[in-house]
């Protein structure tokens, strides 16, 4: 059955109506915000979250006719059958099981046919063991020395989920243990965490599925002459994460140990697959993962039962569609109150704007709307102090505010400015920013003015534990994937990335050239000579 | 005189013809781009820095009207009266003098008939001689041990320049020297901020022009009462950054040293004033804070005195307008193609959305047209397999790619992945980014096929040291408020912020009574008083 355009179906008829309708005075966060019951009515509890949408512009009339969307759509359905193993990701041919990766149960998970979870398992019992016999000294470098130091070479999916987590549960590394990312084929990155490192107690960690991605196999490279130079054995420093099969699993290349990648789980949704399961196991110890993997499994499974209304990924993406195409904002900020989750943004950049930054939909056709909004954020109050000012009286753009209720630190609760503790003002201000945003402040002289009306969510744990940062990352990756099936995008490609690495190919190929001797090609643009002359020692100025 | 609206400007109406014409098939930037000798009639050196504008969507004909744009508006003219100490913050009736920070001749620069310079340079000098005597081991902590951490509290402009800045420079820091940032009022990073240091070795920088910035006091106590529980005394661990007279500058509450701020120079301009100068003095040493300030001037005079045409940063905020005004794109990437500019992006957030996020005007009149778009970015190539999918493939938007021709480490050159170096595998890719976006491939199933048509420009850097972290930083600042000399804003204030102050000053009583037993005030909102009783232990399923 073909999927219908979205513009088709009669709930995005009715929501266009409807955003008509909100543009009136009447319909101004601050006069809806008047409504008794505003937030038992439009706030939910489900998967170990809160989710809090009270100050989107939205009205009964507007959320039904998004339900109506959803249930056109199929959005539970079409989850569940990206839970079962349907081949969803079309054009790869593939289906799409991070879920299947945080299964802790015994259901089987069967991608045409077969049951994937005893490899799912196999490859987590084999983090566990490596982890522990890390942590316990039995497994060393060369030299003996016990692993302190772990660097993820890795770049995009292969990083960002556990950078992210990582520095969420900083708190509860394992004491001495240091976790460094080397992602950027930039020779600072490497430089600097080569400069941070302890040679001889550092295992590098290289994730890539292809193994063939190639700043992580350039990066790689370096990593193999730094180690042959502080004369250790790379073999006995190095493990590798990626597909059965690929040159990082070549066993003529030993390496301590290959933990596999399956072609089911994408990049940017493999933080609870070995791709996260590898460092976080090293940094924080392996019963952290899996309570990390426990808190995403939570998540999934609200996500495939829940009904649209307490949905809470279903409602954050219904809400994305209501701003993105009827409201007509560009873009959404992510605001954590918590500074542990300073990377979330960067992670959900590339878990969002990388699925659903697309103009084509499944069947092909290019969409007649737009798809995912930009993304970007910093934790606050910091964000306040930055770039606040241009969401209260520049440009407006949608919030989700994240709090977090328990902070790890109270015993400093004892000293307290303006009698609150700090944890204290820092929720004043997530729960003042909100309103603040949505009321404004039509008085004062023009400058003083806030014309308000702009929308947020607020999304809350009860604190920063790892089996939250699972919610979390799954609520995110859900999200994504009802806002996909909205659009009727495939979420799970990136062909978007291809036309830059083959024209990069193409002057590597120049460069090589050029190193060698040879001279530049004669069919080079001449923008592409001017860099490529400059890198060499050419002056800018005589171009 | 009364400052025109900038649609009255003929100018405006040329450029919305042109604009108009620029979205016709012929001047798709794939067909702009064959035109021969594109990049030299496109790009201009200056300053110590190369910008290359091939890749936006222009014409000469849009040169044209831009350059009549700058002109109609006196752009060269405005920025030489707030370079000579003019009140051009007029909301505030301030100067806006963070130009004269570093000026290193002995020209006077007069604010209200009084030259401000010999305060600048005495600040300078005792800095200096601070940071000298500190690395000398002559001023030491309570105990006698020298500083080797280094704690940064202050929020906004009073971190995010220091932390771009010293992230950039880390190759530079002192050995040992340790440099840490407390900016967020959040727990957690106070938590992490103690966990990290030498208490002993530790000087606390405390950066507030009013002493009174509530993140800043509460963390400033948090440290007050670390230090006396470790048995240090404050007074001999503390420095601060403020404003004469403030509570940060009463010898009632004596510290090792009180550097001054001034009136005439914005927080998110102040990274060349003591705001940077103490942190990064501190750190790489006076003489790296002095190249970096001398980088900085030299771009002030570039952008005071070149023709708009050959003006990097004139050039770089009319560009801004005609992509956010003209062809209405409502964000802009900034993608360093370098890691140690990783925070650069963080640092322009809140420069220029602070700055230029207004709606009103320097007559009180609400402007007729979108003033700042939304900025943000990391760094490429991460930012290839993050975000870049939408870039090719959503929804476009301008990027400003940053380049740095010399790497500071080259000894990795042997290891060659594909035979390029590192450095060289990066600049294929930088290269290759903006000519894909531009161009684009129509060719291939719908999913392979990119649009192209998407505007960017390339900054070159020589390489990594102070000096062009300079010019880097003043390129922004200038850039800046350019734009809004163009749209007429005042960019030196940032009443925006003040609401979100306001209303969380309320709910910070609020809690502050809920703490001493008392009962919330009646006049809460339900939704506030919903989130003021979960963080005091109530449920949120029971709402």
Redo the contacts between chains.
């Keep these: 059955m073909p999927l219908d355009s979205p513009i088709t179906l009669p709930a995005w008829a009715a929501l266009n109506d409807l955003a008509a309708r909100m543009q009136g005075p009447e319909h101004h966060l601050r006069r809806l915000?008047e409504a008794?019951g505003?937030?038992?009515a439009f706030?939910v509890?489900g998967g170990g979250l809160?989710y809090?949408y009270?100050?989107q512009r939205v009205i009964p009339a507007v959320m039904d006719a998004l339900f109506d969307l959803a249930s056109q759509r199929d959005l539970v359905g079409s989850f569940r059958r990206m839970v079962s193993g349907e081949i969803v990701n079309t054009?790869e041919g593939r289906a799409a099981l991070h879920t299947a990766a945080r299964r802790l149960d015994q259901t089987p998970v069967r991608v045409s046919g077969r049951d994937v979870m005893p490899e799912i398992r196999a490859v987590r019992e084999q983090i566990r063991e490596f982890a522990t016999a890390v942590h316990a000294g039995r497994i060393t470098g060369s030299t003996g020395k016990p692993f302190r130091d772990i660097v993820v070479v890795g770049?995009?999916?292969s990083y960002?989920g556990a950078a992210f987590a990582a520095h969420a549960l900083?708190?509860d590394a394992r004491p001495g243990m240091r976790l460094h990312f080397l992602?950027?084929?930039?020779?600072?990155?490497?430089?600097?965490v080569v400069a941070a490192i302890d040679p001889e107690a550092t295992l590098w960690v290289v994730i890539s599925k292809s193994y063939t991605t190639?700043?992580t196999?350039?990066?790689a490279?370096?990593a193999?002459?730094?180690m042959r130079a502080k004369g250790l054995d790379p073999a006995r420093h190095t493990v590798t994460v990626t597909a059965k099969g690929s040159p990082g699993d070549d066993p003529a290349r030993p390496v301590l140990a290959a933990f596999h990648m399956f072609d089911f789980i994408g990049?940017r949704y493999s933080v609870t697959s070995a791709v996260g399961g590898v460092p976080l196991s090293l940094y924080l110890g392996y019963e952290r993962f899996e309570a990390l993997l426990m808190g995403a499994a939570e998540m999934d499974q609200h996500a495939a039962e829940a009904p649209a209304e307490e949905n809470l990924p279903l409602l954050a993406a219904l809400l994305t569609v209501w701003n993105t195409n009827f409201l007509g904002y560009?873009?959404m900020g992510i605001i954590p109150?918590?500074?542990?989750l300073a990377r979330l943004p960067?992670h959900v950049?590339?878990l969002n704007?990388?699925?659903?930054?697309?103009?084509?939909d499944l069947e092909?056709?290019?969409l007649a709307v737009?798809?995912?909004?930009?993304?970007?954020g910093?934790?606050?109050?910091?964000a306040?102090?930055?770039?606040?000012?241009?969401?209260?009286?520049?440009?407006p753009?949608p919030i989700e505010f994240i709090?977090v209720?328990q902070?790890?630190?109270?015993m400093?609760d004892?000293?307290?400015?303006?009698?609150?503790?700090?944890?204290?003002?820092?929720?004043?201000?997530?729960?003042?920013?909100s309103?603040?945003?949505a009321v404004?402040?039509p008085e004062g002289?023009?400058?003083?003015?806030?014309?308000g009306n702009r929308p947020s969510s607020?999304l809350?744990m009860e604190d920063?534990g790892a089996i939250n940062v699972g919610r979390l990352l799954s609520f995110y990756e859900a999200r994504t994937v009802f806002e996909a099936f909205v659009w009727g995008i495939?979420p799970f490609?990136?062909?978007?990335?291809?036309?830059?690495?083959t024209?990069?190919?193409?002057?590597?190929r120049a460069?090589?050239d050029q190193?060698?001797g040879r001279p530049l090609p004669d069919d080079l643009?001449?923008?592409?000579r001017?860099?490529?002359r400059?890198?060499a020692g050419g002056r800018?100025?005589q171009?």
């Design positions: 915000l008794p505003r937030l038992e706030s509890a809160f809090d009270s100050r054009t770049i995009g999916g960002l900083a708190e992602a950027n084929v930039d020779i600072h990155n490497f430089g600097r190639t700043e196999m350039a990066n490279l370096q193999e002459h730094f990049g560009p873009a109150y918590a500074e542990p960067a950049q590339q704007m990388e699925s659903n930054g697309k103009s084509v092909g056709r290019f737009s798809t995912g909004p930009i993304i970007f910093e934790p606050g109050t910091c306040q102090h930055s770039f606040f000012q241009l969401a209260h009286q520049g440009r753009f709090g209720v902070p790890r630190y109270s400093q004892k000293a307290r400015h303006k009698d609150v503790t700090n944890h204290q003002e820092l929720w004043a201000n997530l729960v003042a920013q309103r603040a945003l404004g402040k002289t023009p400058e003083r003015r806030f014309e607020t809350l920063l495939n490609d990136q062909f978007g990335v291809e036309l830059g690495k024209m990069a190919a193409g002057l590597r460069l090589a190193n060698a643009d001449p923008i592409a001017f860099y490529l400059t890198l800018w100025d171009i």
